[in-house]
């Protein structure tokens, strides 16, 4: 494994052990044993989008580890000017030890990989959330024992959230279905890829696919770079919500995630949110543990 920039390049097997790690880092970072496995290191992140929960444990993660992270606001490099992504990525990696990024189009993460001679991390793209989607794995694994024979449901918008979920949960081992108005479907790749390996269901039916959750999941309806389509999706998405009524419908003791930042209201209503909050915020602080994991398997410290 070089970079992370889709779960699809990941086995189940490298799944396994990136989350293995990520309890392991979690353990040390409690009981007083953080040890500098990348000391010294410099990862450069390089932001086009807003960010709170990436930006922030991708910095702090290399800070327990023993290095140092750097912010490079897209708009403030060349690369925002049009130095293209291939000259970024060979200068950057005379530099730094690693690369995240977060960025509209997954063509530009892949380029920047392509070019580079240290791993780059997919930070999220329009495609996919990799880093968010190892963190919501954790979290299951951590609440509910296994993957075997659980159930995922992700309710809304077939968007980047979608297509990571379908394919985590196919490689380890969950059923997935995932209700969305028609046309707002996840990637048509991903869901022929995911309907021939594993156990996935699109639909428009928000109740058939709530029933028998262990976890239900949900995401924005309008994504970064959608703000104009913000409220004609309101429109479109009426209904596809986590709600009370809907929670009934799932497993009594059904989890309830999402990545954040939540518009409550829509996607999800307060009192949900707020009796879920719990597996929520520590769905948030995964990201420091799964991602600390995904950098000491990337750049190369010691276990
Ligand atoms: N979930 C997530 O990626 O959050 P940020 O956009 O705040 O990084
Ligand atoms: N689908 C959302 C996820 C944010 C973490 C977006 O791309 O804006």
Redesign the pocket.
């Known amino acids: 494994m070089k970079h992370l920039l889709k779960l699809g390049d990941l086995s189940s097997r490298e799944i396994t052990d990136i989350l293995n790690l990520a309890d392991q880092l979690k353990f040390e970072k409690y009981h007083g044993e953080r040890k500098p496995y990348l000391g010294g290191k410099t990862l450069g992140m390089i932001f086009t989008k807003a960010s709170t929960r990436t930006r922030v444990s991708f910095e702090v993660g290399m800070y327990q580890l023993g290095g140092n992270a750097l912010f490079l606001s897209g708009s403030e490099m060349q690369i925002g000017r049009g130095e293209p992504a291939e000259d970024t990525a060979r200068v950057l990696s005379k530099y730094l030890d690693g690369i995240m990024i977060r960025t509209y189009k997954q063509s530009e993460v892949e380029k920047l990989a392509e070019f580079s001679d240290i791993p780059v991390i997919n930070g999220?793209t329009?495609y996919c959330?990799p880093c968010?989607v190892l963190a919501d794995l954790m979290t299951i694994r951590e609440r509910k024992g296994s993957f075997k024979g659980k159930k995922l449901t992700f309710i809304g918008d077939g968007?980047?959230?979608a297509n990571s979920l379908i394919v985590g949960a196919v490689k380890t081992g969950m059923e997935i279905a995932v209700a969305c108005p028609k046309g707002y479907e996840p990637d048509a790749e991903i869901i022929k890829w995911g309907t021939q390996n594993g156990k996935v269901t699109i639909t428009d039916d928000v109740k058939a696919a709530a029933e028998g959750a262990d976890v239900m999941y949900t995401?924005?309806w309008a994504?970064?770079g959608q703000e104009g389509e913000a409220e004609l999706r309101k429109e479109k998405f009426k209904g596809f919500c986590i709600d009370s009524e809907l929670m009934k419908l799932a497993k009594k003791d059904a989890m309830v995630l999402h990545?954040?930042?939540a518009h409550r209201g829509e996607e999800i209503t307060a009192e949900v949110l707020e009796a879920h909050a719990d597996e929520i915020f520590a769905e948030a602080e995964n990201r420091l543990h799964a991602q600390k994991a995904v950098m000491v398997t990337l750049m190369g410290g010691k276990k």
Do not use: G
Request: aromatic share 0%; glycine share 0%.
């Open positions: 999220l329009d959330h968010q968007n980047n959230m995401d924005v994504s970064m990545c954040l930042p």
